[in-house]
C-alpha cells in the first residue's frame, strides 16, 4: 500500500514564499506521476503542478512563472517551490501519486496567505 505524506505548509505574507515537500512511500519502482493540487472551501481540488518520472511538467495557469515543481525519482519525493504568493493560493494543498495505475493521496497541508 503506497502511502503519500505531506510537509511545508504554514501561514505566509502576500509575496512570501513557502516549499511544499511530499513522500511517497511503500512502493517498488518509481512512481509515474506525482503532483500537487488545490482545494479550497466550496470548490472543487484543482491542479497546481504535476512531474512525471521523466520530467515533464504540467501547470495550472494561475500558478506559471511562481510555482516550481521538481522531484528526487530515486526517493519518490515531490516538491512545489511557491513564490510571489497571493492570498488566493490559500488553499489545502494535496500530493497525489499515480503508481501502477492507481492514484494515491495524502492528507493535505493548510496554505495560507494572508498579511
Known amino acids: 500500500q503506497v502511502q503519500v505524506v505531506e510537509s511545508g505548509g504554514g501561514l505566509v505574507q502576500p509575496g512570501g514564499s513557502l516549499r511544499l515537500s511530499c513522500v511517497a512511500s511503500?512502493?517498488?519502482?518509481?512512481?509515474?506521476?506525482m503532483g500537487w493540487y488545490r482545494q479550497t472551501p466550496g470548490k472543487q481540488r484543482e491542479l497546481a503542478a504535476v512531474?512525471?518520472?521523466?520530467?515533464?511538467?504540467n501547470y495550472a495557469d494561475s500558478v506559471k512563472g511562481r510555482f516550481t515543481i521538481s522531484r528526487d525519482t530515486a526517493r519518490n519525493t515531490v516538491y512545489l517551490q511557491m513564490n510571489s504568493l497571493r492570498p488566493e493560493d490559500t488553499a489545502v494543498y494535496y500530493c497525489?501519486?499515480?503508481?501502477?495505475?492507481?492514484?494515491?493521496w495524502g492528507q493535505g497541508t493548510q496554505v495560507t496567505v494572508s498579511s
Open positions: 511503500g512502493t517498488t519502482g518509481s512512481i509515474a506521476l
Open positions: 497525489n501519486s499515480i503508481h501502477r495505475g492507481r492514484s494515491y
Open positions: 512531474m512525471s518520472s521523466g520530467g515533464a511538467t
